[in-house]
């Protein structure tokens, strides 16, 4: 059998396929990493993710083989720890887990303690020499066993469990005595077959089924699919299941249980973080239940922590755990985040795995690494997510702010946000949906929150530790966290919630500082983010290893400031309609639209003139030099046509008209499709006089500007040309108003005229069409909208569903569709190139900011990338990548 594979103990050295994620899962590829570097790991096996998936197809059957494979694994682990699974003198315990080939925190489900039941519990009683430690494991199997593998609501545990406490006078788990767990475990018994009907599972074989069983089953639960969804994992990877020997944490003062990082993953600083728990099992640590204590003594001392470190209260386990922090990384090359146990003084690592981070404790440990000659600088760039570049880039608080501090919690993602208080992910998703800011406030999150926390701004949470689910999941997102923040009491009936000594409703305005864990009343201000340091230096390295340029796309001197101070390259796009609808022009824009006759247009659009004039030369001078692609109007006017009786009253006064001949008008310009109606190049076809304006607004700022050094290259674009005559027609005019302005001012410029191709027809017909073209730009906006035959702006309605189904692999008006708008953009690259060899090519849809569609353009040979002001680093830093 090869689908089964065995580590720790005596398992033979591992091949390929058992260290290959896509196999093992990323869990289980590195177990036997780890075992096979001579690390202590407790033995086990790995069942295969074909196997997941063969599961799955086949109705959820086992095969014979798999039945066989898992009976001759389970030996090995017994031969190596000298336990017998079921063996009531010393019963071998085992732990099951799932482990994808792309981490999933929280999604899937974990069982402990498995293989105990009534008889082999006293052997483990006998076998420990604790009898209090037997009976609490059991009881904490069943409790787990029913939740994840039975499918019961837990409540009615920890129900049972407070009631025995009540009844006994207890206030914590610590004062139950063995007797105590012994009854609890009838209880909880009690309760399986009375919600069941049927017996708590006395069979460890049974047991074992169950649980990997339930494992491959959780692959399929809503709550795995939502993360994919958010995550853009593909749905058909499957799982590995993952049995281990069972170590224990919870085994009296020298035992302990806890999550380490071999550097800061908030920070990237070079030192080892984490958290650990005395006496105590499994998931204690991450589920927020009790508050772990530091890792080190010097951030035990930093936060004024009085419980000691595990440093200072395990100083040899410590010191070997150390060992293997180096180790570690030395292997990996990257940081890793370990879950370890200390037995009765013995450290047994759980798990390795490459550890998350936020950005800026990426681009710090990137070009660390890079020092300390760990990995090279491609390895750096290749190493940093495009997209989480992002979380660096928006505004922090501003130090000198006042704020009106409420409560400090744990900072466990970094980021300000300022928000409303919603109390439920429900609502998050609501409010959020209706365009508001919110801060999703809980108790503490589980995998349920995950549509919640990814609508809000940012988490705050009143119980849980820096590896807390809120904790990590909002560090993935990119969300602002602030976690166990214990001064924060919800009132969920009342919709209130207290905060320190204050009262807040639902609704409230809070902000909370992802960086120092400070909690905050109102809205504070922020500051823009600092792109020296670190940044600086990947960015540098970024571009000296790629070839594409990057552009953006930019209509007012505030963005193209920003885009510059993001390193951008020229314009890409520059949508001058979004200058139309301005308050102040948007009066002579519609004057110029309803009027009858291109005596009425020219009156207005030469109120229009001047202000567009202004706005190129405000570019020119702030682009200073660099290429700048301006696109002639490409919306249907009915978009600028007025709707209310105000808006008509209005312009009647202004043009002497009636507001009934102005609303006749209006009426006959309405358009059923305008997407596909009288809009880009049409316009420009029909009413010349409006792309005459414009043109004349370019090149007379252009000539304004070109005086004063840097003179810019205006690239003149029309826009949904679907034929060579089209194009050949505006070019014409284009230039008859670039000439007509040169010798009115007595400057020459240099400029091209060129065109998008965002329609199939234009991408087909692209040879004729680049003879009149000195440039395209790839529209893929709208060539993905009419090569889809999908409406960009009713797609969403569906589009979740295809992406969930499978239909497409993401959102292809987000990530280009390679597959068939991709050879559109391919077979117009070829063809345009092949006719007129020197032609620039770009792409200016969103798609140009989406680092996958960015490997797409490198691969195709265009010549840049335009994407929006904020997406400019992630765009230098994908197209590095691409060509790496
Ligand atoms: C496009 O269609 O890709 C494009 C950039 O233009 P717009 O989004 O303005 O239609
Ligand atoms: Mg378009």
New binding site residues.
Partial sequence: NDTVFTFGGDAPHTNARQKDKTITGGKGANLAEMASIGLPVPPGFTISTEECLRYLQQGADFSDDLRDAVANALKHIEKSVGKGFGDEGDPLLVSVRSGAAISMPGMMDTVLNLGLNDETVKGLAATSGDERFAWDSYRRFIQMYGDVVLDMDHGLFEEALEIAKEDKGFYSDTEMEASDWQSLVGEYKRIVSEELGREFPQDPHEQLWGAIRAVFDSWDSERAKVYRRLNDIPHDLGTAVNVQAMVFGNMGDSSATGVAFTRDPSTGEKAYYGEWLVNAQGEDVVAGIRTPQFLTKARREQSGADKPSMEEAMPEAYAELARVFELLEQHYKDMQDIEFTVQQGQLFLLQTRTGKRTAKAALKMAVDMVGEGLIDEKTAILRIDPMALDQLLHPTLDPDAPRDVLTTGLPASPGAASGKIVLDADTAELWAGRGEKVILVRVETSPEDIHGMHAAQGILTARGGMTSHAAVVARGMGRPCVSGASAISIQRDGRTASIGNREFKEGDVITIDGANGQVMAGEVATIEPELAGDFGTIMEWADTHRRMKVRT?AETEADCRMALSFGTEGIG?C?T?HMFFDADRISAVRQMILAESEEGRRKALALLLPEQRADFEAIFRAMAGHPCTI?LL??PLHEFLPTGDEEFAELAQATGRSAEQLKRRAAELHEFNPMLGHRGCRLGITFPEIYEMQARAIFEAACAVAGNGDAPVPEVMI?LVATRRELEILRALVDDVAKAVFSETGVALEYLVGT?I?LPRAALMAGEIAQEAEFF?????????TTLGVS?DDAGRFLTTYVERGIFPRDPFVSLDIEGVGQLVELATQRGRKSRPQIKLGI????GGDPASIAFCEATGLDYVSASPYRVPIARLAAAQASL
């Fill in positions: 796309n796009l949508r309609e696109r490409d919306p826009p998008m965002e730009s790839f529209g893929t906006n709208d060539l993905t909208q960009r200016c849809g969103e798609h």
